[in-house]
């Protein structure tokens, strides 16, 4: 009986005795295992060429899983009818998505957790190139560096897109015959162990199934396929990469509003139906809301949006006082993360200046704080496009110049993730929520760059405020159950300083931020 240690994936091959001319349109095959609860657990196996169909699984439990599989599709007997046992046997690995499990929303629909009930922070980075263009040995430093840096969350495409056309071997993910997409396997051998590196170096693999923006549409498969081939290259990838640790982003920088708003959710429930094992969102296209087009979906698991790009005094209000701050609340209770702020290095569309590590920690600390604290992305301009040397990025001439990702990789702003990490590292971040009734004076109102957001537990044995200009912070202390001590915390150098202690007052208490710069304070 083959042996499998917990947290690794199995694989199973079987090969058709059939022909087919297109197999993934053409033929599903279902493996159904047995864990040793007598759980059933389902997944899809896919086509890797010529007659070879795989299934993968990563057993959640360990003891005997036992498989058998069916045809949907034509009657197979090198596909269908197959049989056979496993047995997972105890990891020693020290990653927590091992020690803890499998990501999923947490019960009170707020925030990320692993099976065992630990808080799972989306600290995530932005490659969207990463896997498909980095050499491994590349691939493994970089992730090997973000894991150090605290990241928890890698994001990146699976197919080819407006910024990716083609391999190394110039080839696509699929091309499109008469109509029809055909999966092209050998593709995807060649990503294989890139995307299983991720889980490896102890992140979790967050891909774009079906970038669907409509600059360049031809290549964005979310925006140029037929809803059924949509479908099919999504089931594709769902099947081949399902087994790892991962959160599905189903479709990328598109609009889905409206009335385009139906298609994805019928692309949705198509892919994932009602046995969906990892979280799953939307990546819209910049400064738009998309909570309430999904709201209810059974497929749906947490908000994403794009606060984007810009500086102008209508995008940042987008962000701080717009929907991620003001929809959050709408039931049924999800997650809200920000899957795209300004990226460090990238040009604003406003200003034409390149956003820098005090921009970026500005959105991470925004995005935390304005809706419940669940987590956030980073991005930088050299790593996103995977950039070999220095450059301008593919299909976006109007972002500034690229460093290489290699140069991107010690940038001031991941530093401050790094810094970000360890501030919510001490604290029972998974308890906050908003609170701007907290504030006494908003300086937002007149400067929206000076926009003060302010989060705390609903005991309010915990307040955090960010203020992005430094200055002062008056606060209504009121509701404070006690005495609280007081420290500040620079996130750009990761250093506390002590401000003493504060009691409740009916009066608003005024608080001075020590030294230059954005700074965090808390009270605890």
């Not at 046995?275 to 698991?301: C, I, K, L, S, Y």
Request: proline letters at 7%; glycine letters at 10%.
């Amino acid at each position: 009986m083959e042996e499998i240690r917990l947290g690794e994936v199995a694989e199973l091959r079987l090969e058709a005795e059939r022909t087919y001319d297109n197999p993934p349109a053409e033929q599903r095959v279902i493996v159904s295992w047995r864990g040793p609860d007598d759980r059933r657990h389902e997944v899809d196996a896919f086509w890797d060429g010529d007659r070879t169909w795989r299934a993968r699984l990563s057993p959640d439990a360990e003891g005997e899983w036992r498989f058998e599989t069916r045809c949907l599709g034509p009657d197979d007997g090198g596909l269908g009818g197959r049989d056979g046992t496993l047995r997972c046997v105890p990891s020693s690995s020290d990653l927590d998505l091992v020690r803890h499990g499998p990501v999923g929303v947490a019960a009170g629909g707020r925030h990320l957790e692993h099976a065992d009930g630990t808080p799972f922070l989306w600290l995530a980075d932005t490659a969207w190139n990463g896997v498909l263009k980095a050499r491994p040995e590349d691939w493994e430093r970089y992730l090997r560096r973000r894991r150090e840096q605290g990241f928890t969350a890698v994001q990146f495409v699976l197919t080819h897109w407006r910024a990716f056309a083609e391999d190394a071997c110039g080839e696509r993910a699929f091309t499109v015959e008469d109509g029809k997409a055909l999966i092209n396997p050998a593709f995807y051998q060649r990503l294989d162990d890139k995307v299983a590196a991720v889980n490896r170096a102890g992140l979790l693999a967050v891909p774009v199934l079906l970038w669907a923006i409509r600059a360049s549409g031809d290549l964005n498969p979310g925006y140029s396929l037929s809803e059924e081939d949509a479908i099919l290259v999504a089931r594709y990838l769902v099947a081949r990469y399902g087994a790892h640790q991962v959160a599905w982003i189903l479709g990328g920088d598109g609009d889905y509003r409206g009335a385009g708003a139906e298609r994805w959710r019928r692309i949705g429930r198509a892919v994932f139906g009602d046995r969906h094992d990892w979280p799953v969102t939307m990546h819209p296209a910049g400064v738009q809301w998309v909570g309430d087009e999904f709201r209810g979906e059974p497929w749906f698991d947490f908000v994403g949006y794009q606060s984007g790009h810009g500086d102008s005094e209508e995008h940042l209000r987008w962000l701080t006082v717009g929907p991620p701050a003001r929809d959050w609340d709408t039931g049924p209770a999800y997650p809200v993360i920000n899957l795209e702020p300004n990226y460090e290095g990238h040009v604003s569309y406003h200003s034409r200046r390149p956003f820098t590590d005090r921009e970026v920690r500005r959105a991470l600390y925004w995005s935390l704080l304005v809706s419940p604290t669940a987590g956030v992305t980073y991005g930088h301009h050299g790593i996103w496009p995977w950039m070999e040397e220095a450059g301008v990025p593919m299909d976006h001439s109007s972002s500034g110049e690229a460093p290489p990702w290699h140069v991107a990789l010690e940038s001031p702003g991941a530093t401050s993730v790094l810094h970000l990490r360890r501030l919510l590292d001490e604290l029972p971040w998974w308890r906050l929520r908003p609170a701007p009734e907290l504030l006494a004076e908003q300086p937002g109102e007149a400067q929206p760059e000076a926009f003060v957001a302010v989060s705390a537990t609903a005991e309010r044995d915990l307040v955090l405020a960010y203020l992005p200009l430094g200055g002062q912070v008056r606060l209504r202390t009121g509701g404070l159950t006690g005495k609280r001590r007081v420290r500040w915390y620079d996130p750009a150098a990761g250093v506390w300083q002590d401000g003493g202690t504060l009691a409740p007052s009916a009066e608003s208490e005024a608080l001075d931020c020590p030294g230059e710069g954005d700074r965090v304070v808390v009270l605890d």
